[in-house]
């Protein structure tokens, strides 16, 4: 029986390094995928090889792209990354859940371009991804309607999907709660303490504590 090949996006933080260990868990050969975009915390790259090593990946790759050469994200422009701004749960203080400027134009529309190259390249019939419609900070790319209108577009873009079935998208976090995920990476024997969520860290990649990614992240590890 052949293996079912997968290509995994990974980042390094909790969410991804999780989902790269559901795919290994459920038999699968794991490609992962990690993107040198200009970000502000380019240590979650030293992360993503760590973890791709331990949960020992057929093949990590680290791809180039400059998203500073367009800005417009506290990720990779000189803009602050926003502190103290939400709760737990992604609500800020008026009670709402807000697209933040840490949001990158596109990001996930074109990583998961990328995504569909390499899986055609590599014979992967399936693409994993961390997003997550719960817990999250407003992501507009982020949503089950997003990954299935990009599934769509994958099934008409590619040879795969034109001559047969292209690869097809698993977001197995896309519906569970940060609490859930951190519960889950436990019991897949993620190395959470390796993995970094953090916007803004400091120069030894110690964690702010203060942006919208790590007051989520701590408070569902304190909770579970």
Avoid at 23 to 41: I, K, T, V
Avoid at 117 to 138: C, H, K, M, Q
Wanted: aromatic residues 8%.
């Amino acid at each position: 029986m052949s293996e079912t090949r997968a290509v995994i996006l990974l980042s390094g933080g909790l969410d991804s390094s999780t989902v790269l260990a559901w795919a290994r868990a459920e038999g699968r050969s794991c490609y992962a995928l990690s993107f040198d975009y200009g970000q502000r915390h380019r240590i979650e790259l030293r992360r993503a090889a760590e973890v791709a090593a331990t949960l020992e990946v057929a093949e990590h790759r680290i791809v180039d792209i400059d998203l500073r050469a367009f800005g417009g994200s506290a990720l990779t422009d000189d803009i602050a990354v926003p502190k103290d701004r939400i709760d737990a749960h992604g609500v800020d203080a008026a009670g709402e859940v807000s697209i933040p400027i840490t949001y990158v134009p596109a990001r996930n529309t074109i990583f998961l371009s990328f995504a569909l190259a390499y899986a055609e390249v590599r014979a992967a019939t399936e693409i994993w991804l961390g997003i997550n419609a719960i817990d999250y900070s407003g992501y507009p790319d982020c949503r089950p309607e997003y990954l299935a209108a990009f599934q769509t577009l994958a099934d008409l873009a590619t040879r795969a999907g034109v001559e047969g079935e292209g690869p097809r998208f698993r977001a197995p976090l896309v519906e569970l709660s940060k609490v859930q995920i951190v519960r889950k990476a436990r019991e897949l024997g993620v190395p959470v303490e390796r993995t970094i969520s953090c916007y803004d860290p400091a120069a030894d990649g110690k964690p702010c504590g203060r942006c919208d990614s790590c007051v989520m992240r701590e408070a569902a590890i304190a909770e579970a």
